[in-house]
């Protein structure tokens, strides 16, 4: 470990914030021959990308934050020279259904003619921005554009599933994930977040990271190191100045300030953090501040649950993704709820098990007893339920939840819980609230703010790089930039590029 009291006065780049995407933009910048600052206010880099135990004494690398991956350019790997393993899932769903239960996610031909279109749009992302007509040339096919993206999504999934409620909330849930809205919704916030479901990595797979998401930040960490990237941790940004010349960054080495002089800024922090950084002089998004929509739950369990589908292995129905009471009635009924200001009766969520696809997750002792983990992610739950009384409103919510998983197993949920070696069980929930504090998300939104579309909407963004800022020196490398959200390191690339390749 570098002494603090050894941090340069000036750099060429500072990045903000010790993310993947950070480390992707200090791997890219300094094999360049940049000299580069990377600087993280936790202790550790990562993220939302890492990999630790929320239970002490317990030998397990459970991915807390984020936890699958589908974005990740294989590019960009081959780039930096890092190797991540991810492991196909051997079942896409399990959705239990009174005693019985649909396997696999319903198809159609607009789910088809999407799938057609995704690789050449998610290769684009790495690329300088298109205008939307070139961009609609591109995926090559108008109808589906069209319907994906200049109307309402659910005049398309409500045609390719008419008279199915649970086709049509199964295919429903990635428009609505970390997203507070409907598919109805004229503002089309579920077509941005659907459309970058489906087309990562050209096929839309989301992939298991063999060690926990922790393995791929530790990966991107090293390849920056290697290249020769300063990287430090416990040293927080609270303040921007820049100017003609270059940016003025204050920060907290412990109890001391200092001001570090950078060419140029690489902010991985969500817009509204860089704002509030710059003296709220410009105002990223009009209108309503960030707002994240879920309830993270995480655990650890001596064995499976029983199912009440007994025509199928509980190792199969939690190995992809096990929809839990996300019917398209049940999403409008929980959404509506929600925006009444209530808990929702029944939590629509998803689940799966990590450790069924990758045990290394899990120490020898618990791989030998047979333990597994539980990732649920509980769909509207946005964070305005949270605020007034963040703990008990997390704890009603977490109950809520565990009712609503409890409600299509045939034993319940907690019976099945390990505990830690103080006699606790392994359960740990984080709300919007909870990852407002933890990773400075405002409002625990895990996008950052809404998701933006992956095409210039304005005739001078095109053939920038979608990191831009009102200041040429200040840059989003974050989930925050156009073609952001996700593990993906895309607005990593696009940063770095954008100080090496400038389109303008």
């Given amino acids: 470990m570098v002494p603090r009291s050894s941090l340069p006065t000036a750099t060429d780049i500072l990045i903000a914030g010790g993310g993947h995407n ?12 940049r000299k580069v600052l990377l600087l993280e206010r936790n202790a550790t880099l990562g993220g939302a990308a890492v990999s630790s135990s929320p239970w002490p004494g317990v030998d397990v690398r459970l991915s807390r934050y984020s936890y699958l991956v589908s974005l990740f350019p294989r590019k960009i790997a081959a780039d930096l020279g890092i190797d991540v393993p991810l492991v196909r899932r051997r079942v896409p769903a399990y959705t239990p259904v009174g005693d019985g ?55 398309a999934l409500r045609a390719a599933h008419a008279g199915d409620d649970v086709g049509l909330g199964i295919v429903s849930t990635d428009a609505l994930i970390g997203t507070f809205t409907t598919i109805d919704d004229p503002a089309r916030l579920a077509n941005r977040c659907v459309l970058y479901h489906v087309i990562g990595g050209g096929t839309g797979v989301w992939d298991v990271p063999v060690g926990g998401m922790g393995a791929l930040s530790t990966a991107l960490a090293d390849a920056a190191a290697r290249a020769g990237a300063d990287l430090r941790t416990g040293v927080q940004v609270t303040a921007v100045d820049a100017h003609d010349e270059g940016v003025q960054v204050t920060v907290t080495d412990g109890d001391e300030a200092r001001v570090i002089s950078a060419g140029t800024l ?54 992809g993704t096990f929809h839990v009471n996300e019917s398209a009635t049940q999403l409008q009924v929980a959404y509506e709820q929600a925006a009444a ?10 689940i ?11 120490g020898p002792q618990l791989r030998a007893a047979g333990a597994h983990t539980l990732t649920c992610f509980a769909l509207h739950l946005p964070a305005r339920l949270f605020r007034a009384d963040p703990d008990q409103a997390r704890e009603a919510a977490l109950r809520a939840t565990l009712a609503s998983l409890d409600s299509v197993l045939a034993e319940p949920i907690m019976d099945c819980v390990a505990l830690d070696p103080a006699g606790r069980p392994c359960v740990e929930a984080r709300s919007p609230v909870d990852l407002e504090a933890d990773l400075a998300l405002p409002g625990g939104h895990i ?26 020196r200040v840059l989003l490398c974050g989930a925050g930039a156009r073609r952001g959200g996700g593990v993906s390191g895309i607005p990593g690339h696009n940063a770095a590029m954008a100080v090496l390749l400038p389109t303008r």
């Fill in 266 to 319: 690489l902010a991985n922090l969500a817009p509204a953090v860089l704002d509030a950084l710059r003296g709220g002089r410009v105002q990223p998004d009009p209108g309503s501040p960030p707002e994240g929509s879920q309830l993270k739950v995480n655990l650890l369990l001596h064995r499976l649950p029983r199912l009440r589908d007994t025509s199928i292995d509980p190792a199969d129905a939690f190995a």
């Fill in 341 to 350: 200001g209530t808990i929702p009766d029944v939590v629509p969520c998803e």
């Fill in 101 to 155: 239960g649909v396997l696999g996610v319903p198809s159609s031909p607009f789910a088809q003619a999407v799938a057609a279109m995704a690789p050449r749009l998610f290769d684009s992302l790495t690329q300088p921005l298109r205008s939307t007509a070139d961009l609609r040339a591109l995926a090559g096919d108008d109808a589906t554009w069209d319907a994906l993206v200049a109307r309402p999504l659910g005049e």
């Fill in 447 to 472: 996008f950052h703010r809404e998701l933006q579309w992956p095409f210039a909407e304005r005739p001078d963004e095109v053939g920038a790089w979608g990191v831009e800022t009102d200041h040429p």
């Fill in 22 to 33: 950070g480390l992707v933009a200090a791997a890219y910048l300094a094999r360049a021959g």
């Fill in 352 to 362: 799966y098990c990590h450790s069924l696809s990758d045990p290394s997750i899990l």
